[in-house]
């Protein structure tokens, strides 16, 4: 089969875009990636047997022409011709669009040339929009674009008319069997890595000094300031600076304040916050960590998503610390793979803390994460339902 993954995004780099295509392909599919072009990269490129069809260069690096060229509308004339060109030749492909942006674009070009149109929703955006503005500062111009109520009548209207829809865990599917999507038409592939990753990967877990580590973006939404706030309390009940290290990666428009935030804490000697850094910088953070932090605020967005960190976590050994965030906490408890903390309260993050610094607890933990993923939580067992769903649209 000719299979497009339209993606809404630069490409590279999406760890979830690259497991889909990589295991498509891997199946003997054809596969392309009609992707956004704001690094302004060759307008067509093939990389480990994937074709890559970028939107054309508009204007010069960080223009406004450029930013407006790529933004995601579905009724854009450039998405429009990319994606009817990248197809052209193509007899029923089938197109999987990544999120609901972009859908409609594939409605209008891909269905009347026979093709099959896949949605894969890595988030819900009715929630990820209303759980934003939850924690937002104040109005801004993004998010008035960014309506939840714009985006549920769009999701409804787009519904009805995908060939299937695969959805990241089973708080999403279950919202979509209550909006009167056939069950045979919702299929669970979550975000789960394959087993091999981190395989040189070694925890003792010995020692009583915890070392959290957590890669991701740094909004308010991911609860790091709490997590922050939670090493003061610790330390305010009589553990030493130096019995804690929280190393927390990644960037967002967070970064600032939690910088602040440790040093108004006093805490610069516990919580190092890095920048992106490069994926062996972040294996080595990985192998040095006893606990993997996911210190989420809990909101609807959350609450019908999951982050493929909490399976890195488990599958390094990592115990996991978490807040009530509800498919996280089912597989938590499920697992026996962490602690869940109360949800914005920091004592008891804190008091959490404090168990894990029980070396026996950790290894129990980190014993039973790593089997949950090798027996369940693995990508090995999502790609089967992934192949699944090809096969019968194949048909």
């Known amino acids: 089969m000719d299979i497009f993954i339209l993606y809404k995004e630069d490409y590279p780099w999406d760890v979830r875009v690259e497991k889909i295509a990589e295991s498509l392909r891997d199946r003997g599919h054809n596969i392309t990636i009609v992707a956004r072009n704001l690094s302004g990269m060759n307008p067509a490129d093939l990389q480990d047997g994937l074709s890559i069809i970028r ?87 993004e998010s008035i674009t960014k309506s939840p109520a714009l985006a549920e009548r769009y999701e409804s209207q787009i519904l009805p008319k995908l ?55 740094l909004t308010k939404l991911r609860g790091l300031d709490l997590l922050i706030e939670a090493a003061s309390e610790f330390i305010k009940m009589g553990n030493e600076p130096s019995s804690l290290k929280i190393d927390i990666v990644g960037k967002g428009a967070e970064r600032e304040h939690l910088i602040s935030r440790v040093k108004e804490l006093n805490l610069q000697q516990s919580v190092t916050i890095h920048g992106w850094l490069e994926h062996n910088q972040v294996d080595e953070l990985m192998a040095q960590a006893n606990v993997g932090a996911l210190t989420y ?49 920091i004592k008891d993050i804190a008091e959490k803390l404090q168990m894990l610094k029980c070396p026996e607890l950790r290894a129990t933990l980190g014993k039973n994460g790593v089997y949950a993923v090798q027996s369940k939580y693995n990508w090995s067992n999502d790609e089967k339902r992934l192949h699944a769903v090809i096969d019968s649209l194949a048909k």
């Open 163 to 217: 060939d299937h829809t695969l959805v990241m865990i089973e708080e999403s599917r279950d919202r979509l069997l209550r909006k009167g999507v056939d069950p045979d038409r919702v299929t669970i592939v979550s975000n789960t890595p394959p087993t091999k990753k981190f395989s040189g990967t070694k925890h003792s877990h010995e020692g009583h000094t915890l070392r959290l580590v957590y890669v991701g973006f």
């Open 55 to 141: 939107l054309p260069v508009i204007g010069s690096n960080n223009s406004l022409l450029r930013k407006l060229a790529n933004i995601p509308f579905w009724f854009s004339p450039l998405w429009v011709r990319t994606l009817r060109q990248a197809i052209s030749k193509s007899e029923k492909p089938i197109v999987i669009v990544r999120d609901i942006p972009l859908v409609k674009t594939a409605l209008l070009v891909a269905k009347p040339k026979g093709a099959k149109v896949v949605l894969d929703m890595a988030e819900v955006y009715p929630y990820m929009y209303a759980s934003a503005r939850m924690f937002s500062a104040g109005k801004t111009l």
């Open 297 to 345: 605020r809990v909101c609807p967005h959350w609450n019908h998503t999951i982050p493929n960190k909490i399976f890195d976590y488990m599958l390094a050994g990592l115990p996991v610390l978490a807040t009530e965030v509800e498919p996280i906490k089912r597989i938590v408890n499920e697992t026996e793979s962490g602690l869940v903390c109360k949800d914005l309260d």
